[in-house]
């Protein structure tokens, strides 16, 4: 099917953003939905089977309607990837109080996983790589820490190397554990600010530390995230659950597809799924390569390794 479409009236630098340099924004089109798009000036021609088609045009109408400042490849996955308007829940689309004002959910899954976090005291964020897991609990974290609910924020991760061994790591104790917890300062960074981020240290409203840390503290009044859970040991995910106090949250976010345990040890998140699962007070939200928003090459290749692990010829 070949759809033609004419922006009028036209506007060179809309239509400058609306392509991207290059036309990077066209051709990311073209491989998120398998359509063909040529265009020349205002005039747009699509072309691919009807319903690629439609949402290729639909996409690029609300690119439009933003295109009056430059626009940012993200936004582009976004919109692949669900977003062509405000994702609304039952009671509206949820503010989150952050650097990144335009902060929302994405897709409906990362809607429910927002209303779970603010819902229950403990929320599983279980799903692949590049759905917000960690991004959107970091989130809430700060919000909560913005608007004086928590006293501090705590995030922690196994330190559980992916596969390779790193050897002998040089430096005092920080320094050894950094590289493993760098994802989690990344969206801190990005949602606070660095100055910002450097205070809520210094008066202790921030704190990132390896799992094993945990062992023997008592967490009130916190916002606790345990990222990687995939890498716990059902131990260890019943010790961090265990430290939440009086005051606090917990959001626990794995990926069941990427242990990195040794083989034949069982994932404490695994295990946890099976053990919490009818707790009252506990919410399980489960993603899906339909909720990441990153480039849509990652949604397919996790297909792929899905349907793989699925037909027998990839076992753990």
């Not at 990005?190 to 023997?216: S, T």
């Amino acid at each position: 099917m070949i759809l033609r479409h004419t922006f009028s009236p036209p506007n060179n630098t809309r239509l400058g953003h609306l392509c991207g340099a290059m036309d990077e924004h066209l051709r990311s089109i073209e491989l998120g939905l398998q359509v063909k798009i040529a265009h020349r000036h205002e005039q747009f021609k699509i072309e691919g089977p009807k319903a690629k088609a439609s949402q290729a045009l639909e996409i690029l109408q609300a690119l439009y309607e933003r295109a009056a400042k430059p626009i940012g490849a993200d936004q582009v996955q976004w919109m692949l990837a669900g977003e062509v308007g405000v994702v609304e829940t039952g009671t509206g689309a949820m503010q989150l109080l952050t650097r990144r004002t335009h902060l929302q959910a994405r897709t409906p899954t990362q809607s429910v996983y927002l209303e779970n976090m603010a819902q229950h005291d403990i929320t599983f964020g279980i799903g692949p790589a590049g759905t917000g897991k960690t991004y959107l609990a970091v989130a809430c974290a700060v919000d909560a820490l913005e608007r004086s609910a928590v006293q501090r924020i705590v995030l922690t991760r196994p330190a559980v190397e992916a596969g390779e061994k790193l050897g002998f790591l040089p430096g005092d104790l920080g320094q050894k554990v950094d590289p493993y917890l760098r994802p989690l300062y990344d969206a801190l960074y990005d949602l606070m600010g660095f100055e910002r981020v450097q205070k809520a240290f210094e008066r202790n409203a921030l704190e990132i530390a390896p799992l094993a840390f945990m062992r023997g503290r008592t967490l009130n009044n916190a916002f606790v995230i345990l990222d990687e859970a995939q890498n716990t040991t059902p131990e260890q995910m019943k010790m961090f659950l265990t430290r939440l106090g009086f005051g606090a949250k917990a959001v626990v976010t794995g990926d069941v597809s990427q242990i990195d345990l040794p083989k034949g040890h069982l994932s404490g998140l695994v295990d946890a799924e099976r053990v919490l699962k009818r707790v009252p007070g506990i919410a399980m939200t489960h993603f899906t390569s339909a909720d990441v928003v990153r480039h849509p090459l990652v949604a397919r290749v996790i297909d792929a390794y899905d349907q793989q692990r699925q037909s027998g010829k990839v076992t753990r």
